[in-house]
């Protein structure tokens, strides 16, 4: 079982470089998420999407897009990548608020900016 | 939004002693899960428990949903136990607002 995919698994941008993370799930879950984890903290939402088509803004939204096309991927956009984006960031799936059903994660994705 | 406190921020064990951590919430909630979070990073899910208690193995857990505060016990600690424990909250009635997640309480487990 696949579950959550994340790629890439790492990657190094020069500020002001461009370049999008990378969501799929097979689990047929309405409900992604996008959360970016600092040194020393918890994970912050970042954007969320309900299904596809839908998508909302989280805690910390400021300098990425997300869209939905399908119910299955939900890529993160970096447009113009700056140092304070240096995270690691994770994607997330769920059955949906509500749901009595726990939300399930990718291996993230760390991201460095120069 | 709400808020999440987890106690106690760092803990060092040895190896075969019990610890008990702790998260307190802010809200009522309608999801509440234990991750651990692994040397290599990755986010294992340990417990979904919005109330009760559960048992997997060496780990149990208890949410006590009407006074806002979720445990997480583990017994006779191996090594393979450290890194960071994480609680993460959906609070009632918030939509789609997501897990709002603790800071985590650090684990170190000495052979």
């Known amino acids: 079982n696949a579950g959550v995919t994340q790629t890439p698994k790492f990657q190094v941008l020069k500020t002001g470089q461009s370049m999008t993370l990378q969501c799929a799930q097979d689990?047929?879950?309405?409900?992604m998420s996008w959360y970016r984890q600092d040194p020393g903290m918890g994970l912050r939402l970042i954007h969320y999407s309900v299904g596809a088509g839908i998508t909302d803004q989280g805690e910390v939204p400021n300098g990425y897009n997300v869209s939905r096309s399908t119910t299955e991927d939900f890529p993160l956009r970096l447009l113009s990548a700056a140092p304070s984006q240096t995270s690691v960031y994770f994607c997330?799936?769920?059955?949906?608020?509500?749901?009595?059903?726990?939300?399930?994660f990718g291996d993230g994705t760390r991201l460095s900016i120069l | 939004g709400i808020q999440v406190e987890q106690s106690p921020p760092d803990l060092i064990l040895q190896e075969g002693a019990n610890s008990t951590l702790r998260c307190n919430f802010s809200d009522s909630v309608n999801n509440l899960q234990w991750f651990h979070q692994n040397p290599w990073g990755q986010l294992i899910n340990l417990f979904y428990i919005p109330s009760g208690t559960k048992q997997n193995g060496r780990l149990s857990a208890t949410t006590v949903a009407t006074e806002r505060y979720s445990l997480l016990y583990i017994s006779s600690s191996q090594t393979t136990d450290s890194g960071v424990y994480f609680c993460?909250?959906?609070?009632?009635?918030?939509?789609?607002?997501?897990?709002?997640f603790g800071k985590g309480t650090h684990l170190i487990i000495q052979p």
């Open positions: 997330a799936s769920s059955y949906g608020p509500d749901s009595n059903q726990p939300q399930h």
């Open positions: 689990m047929n879950h309405e409900y």
């Open positions: 993460a909250v959906e609070r009632s009635g918030g939509g789609a607002d997501g897990l709002t």
